[in-house]
């Protein structure tokens, strides 16, 4: 089992920045992508981010050049540097893990951009 704790969400203005973290714990060397997704109101849940273990990350073409995955393997952490928010980045957001036993999620944190 892997548990997620996401944080660091709020009210900002548009052009603000804010960095979400996700801390995991249990079992976490099962873990072999680490991601973010957000979901607005009335709105599916979409992919933002991910890292691999490897490393490598990918991106939603919505936020490329705006938002950075990242990882931080002693604090067992993965954040998501959110930079030039837009009214549209409103949303919750989820950290979201996968490995080989099963799909992991946290419970989302508010994230909300005003205009």
């Known amino acids: 089992q892997v548990q997620l704790v996401e944080s660091g969400g709020g009210l900002v203005q548009t052009g603000g920045s804010l960095r979400l973290s996700c801390a995991a714990s249990?079992?976490?060397?099962?873990?072999?992508?680490w991601g973010w997704y957000r979901q607005a109101p009335g709105k599916q849940r979409e992919f933002v981010a991910a890292?691999?273990?490897?490393?490598?990350?990918n991106y939603a073409d919505s936020v490329k050049g705006r938002f950075t995955i990242s990882r931080d393997n002693a604090k067992n952490t993965v954040y998501l540097q959110m930079n030039s928010l837009k009214p549209e980045d409103t949303g919750v957001y989820y950290c979201?893990?996968?490995?080989?036993?099963?799909?992991?999620w946290g419970q989302g944190t508010q994230v909300t951009v005003s205009s």
């Open positions: 890292v691999s273990s490897a490393g490598s990350t």
């Open positions: 249990g079992n976490i060397f099962s873990i072999s992508y």
């Open positions: 979201h893990a996968y490995s080989t036993a099963g799909t992991y």
